[in-house]
């Protein structure tokens, strides 16, 4: 059994009470199929305070492995994950480090949706052009029933989308897919730096 989970030692912030929780330090998707919905409504990490039913959320160490899509993801600071990385890259697998849940569920949803991290980053990265001087905190792949938006987040809130153009998406695909290859097989953090990072080091004069 890959999964496991360990008694956590908290001390609840609102009322004081220290107690255990039971959290989830390794997740196979194998072993359990309905972990996916709680993990994208986030109540896989959630833990309630015995004493005042305060409600805190449980940020990693995490590993987090789905056999089928082939995706690694360790949020916080996993135990040994310079050897669980190679051991995962050995076997085929994408290998992402997150540093919170919200980015543990983007990557969980680009990879439900059989898309590659890398164009979505990308793809960011040539949205920043176009909303020059907006702020914003983060921008998230945000699929809803009927279509797929970016999420443009600001203090934890919605401040607007951008809608997901699929002919864009593959023709990035398509475009990059060679440098991809060549150059960042083993890169886990990928991320909107990364992304600026990447056409800065490629396409200089495109950006
Ligand atoms: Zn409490």
């Known amino acids: 059994m890959f999964t496991k989970k360990e008694e956590m030692k908290w001390r609840c912030p609102h009322c004081g ?6 959290v989830y330090v ?11 919905n709680r993990i994208l409504d986030t109540s896989l990490f959630k833990v309630t305070c015995q004493n005042c039913g305060h409600e805190e959320y449980y940020t990693g160490p995490l590993l987090y492995v789905d056999e089928e ?6 949020m916080g600071d996993v135990h040994d994950f310079a050897k669980e990385k190679d051991a995962y890259l050995a076997l085929g697998y994408a290998v992402r480090q997150v540093p919170e849940i919200v980015d543990l569920c983007e990557k969980v949803l680009i990879s439900e949706n059989g898309r590659d991290d890398r164009i979505i ?3 960011k990265a040539a949205n920043t052009v176009l909303l020059k001087g907006q702020q914003y905190d983060q921008m998230l792949y945000a699929p809803d029933e009927d279509n797929i938006y970016f999420e ?13 153009m699929e002919a864009v998406y ?15 097989d083993d ?16 396409y200089q004069a495109a950006v």
């Open 152 to 164: 443009l987040i600001k203090d934890a809130g919605s401040i607007g989308r951008i809608p997901f």
């Open 121 to 123: 980053e990308l793809m």
């Open 69 to 74: 899509r082939k995706l690694m993801a360790a």
């Open 17 to 22: 009470e220290r107690q255990l929780n039971e």
């Open 187 to 202: 890169e886990t953090v990928i991320d909107l730096s990364w992304a600026l990072d990447f056409f800065e080091k490629h």
């Open 170 to 184: 593959d023709d990035m695909k398509e475009r990059f897919a060679a440098d991809l290859m060549n150059e960042c």
């Open 26 to 36: 390794r997740l196979s998707v194998r072993e359990e199929p309905a972990s996916l």
